[in-house]
């Protein structure tokens, strides 16, 4: 075995999914690491022994604090120009997302201003949104297109992503979301679906790692999303659906159906589609954050998790429905507001949102071979990152 060149030592707690899949917390505890992944992990006499440590090793003394893995977040939408604060105010003075959304506000005022923003301006707004994400805890984020609408401009988003998640360190998987809404050049939903399959398709596949629609009444229908993901899928991508947001149009059977990584939303899914859903390997992503920002019920994962089914928890980030860059702010409301335990919000936050990306063999454990993406925590219980709602980590390395 190599020397390690960095070791965590003396940490008062560390919780994570271990390599079995099982939720574990360990007590003074250590983590050895060797060009970026971990080398030893567990109880820290065991790690000293097991582990020979380079010369010019450092070594943090984490006394009193905890560790948790780098957590995932699998679901954002964080590239876009301009903002959208005046909905904030409008909303919170009684106006209606959809109905903002139908009189030309909502995801289309957005495309319009990223398709204004400069490139300069772009990157750099992504740039510090995930700069403040990793501050958070966030070590891999999946950034989603569906602001720009052409083919140029998804291709656009993208790669500004991929450039951003550089910049601030955060390792970034990329979404192609060009069915998010219909632009306003376009003739119909149909025409842009045939567009979007024809030109945004081939000109995005190489920038990413997955295909994205907007499933939902007035948005997309079935047919015309399972046309756009089959296409997806012949250009090797995996598949994901906003689902269930304000209606159920049939999404959890589509993503059945095409084997679909996961569906995202789930604030209007009833207990027929909890059961199917929980029946599949198709993951449950919930987003509490949107939820409660449109003051919409919150997604079912409690039941999604007593029927045995699989999730994750993501913020969703955006410029409208959810102004939000935190995970732990994410699981706190997980735990407040939808019933999990904090070790089921942690799973749902690292390991959950890994499987969602398929990077469950690489990050969101802290085990042996994975990427040495930690958060620690200033507290001797690592559930002070969730319990103090605004906590904020007081390191985060990323392998
Ligand atoms: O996940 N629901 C669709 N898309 C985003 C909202 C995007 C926006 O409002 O700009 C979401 O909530
Ligand atoms: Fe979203």
């Known amino acids: 075995m190599q020397p390690a060149d960095l070791l965590i030592d003396n940490l008062a707690t560390l919780a994570s999914i271990d390599a079995d899949g099982d939720f574990g917390v360990q007590h003074d505890a250590a983590i050895a690491i060797r060009n970026g992944h971990i080398e030893a992990v567990g109880p ?26 780098g957590l995932v977040d699998c679901h954002t939408h964080i590239v876009y120009g301009g903002n959208r604060i005046h ?37 750099a707004a992504a740039t510090k949104r995930l700069a403040r994400m990793r501050a958070l805890g966030t070590t891999t984020a999946e950034v ?5 609408l052409t083919a140029q401009d998804e291709a656009r988003m993208l790669a500004t992503a991929k450039a951003a998640g550089e910049a601030a360190g ?14 306003p050049e376009a003739a119909s939903p149909d025409a842009y679906v045939d567009y979007a399959i024809e030109e945004i398709l081939p000109a995005c596949a190489p ?11 007035g948005v997309f229908d079935v047919e015309q999303s399972r046309r756009f993901l089959e296409a997806a899928r012949s250009h090797g991508l995996r598949l994901r659906l906003h689902a269930d947001q304000f209606s159920e149009m049939g999404a959890i059977p589509l993503a059945i159906e095409l084997a679909a990584a996961s569906v ?39 039941q999604l998790i007593d029927a045995g089914g699989r999730v994750a928890l993501a913020t969703d980030a955006n410029p409208g429905s959810a102004p939000c860059l935190s995970l732990p702010t994410t699981m706190h409301l997980a735990c ?16 959950g949102g890994a499987a969602v990306l398929g990077l469950d063999d690489t990050v969101g454990r802290l085990a042996v071979g994975y990427k040495a993406d ?26």
């Open 264 to 302: 995202d939303h789930l604030e209007a899914t009833t207990d027929d589609g909890v059961k199917a859903l929980a029946a599949s390997n198709v993951i449950g992503v919930g987003l509490p954050v949107a939820a409660l920002t449109l003051k919409r019920p919150m997604p079912p994962l409690r």
């Open 87 to 123: 909905e904030f105010d409008l909303r919170a003075q009684g106006a209606d997302y959809e109905r903002i959304a139908a009189e030309g506000g909502g995801i289309k005022a957005s495309v319009k201003l990223t398709r204004e923003a400069t490139d300069e301006a772009l990157l």
């Open 170 to 183: 955060v390792r970034v998987t990329t979404t192609c979301l060009a069915l998010h809404s219909t632009p």
């Open 336 to 351: 407040t507001q939808m019933g999990l335990s904090c070790a089921e919000a942690l799973a749902a936050a690292t390991q």
């Open 207 to 217: 920038l990413a790692d997955a295909a994205d629609v907007f499933l939902e009444r």
């Open 144 to 148: 989603k297109s569906g602001y720009g």
């Open 44 to 69: 820290r006499e065991e790690v000293l022994r097991a582990v020979q440590l380079a010369d010019d090793a450092e070594v943090i003394d984490a006394s009193g604090m905890s560790a948790v893995p």
């Open 374 to 399: 930690v958060v620690l925590v200033d507290d001797p219980d690592w559930r002070q990152l969730i319990a103090q709602l605004g906590a904020e980590p007081a390191r985060v390395i990323r392998g």
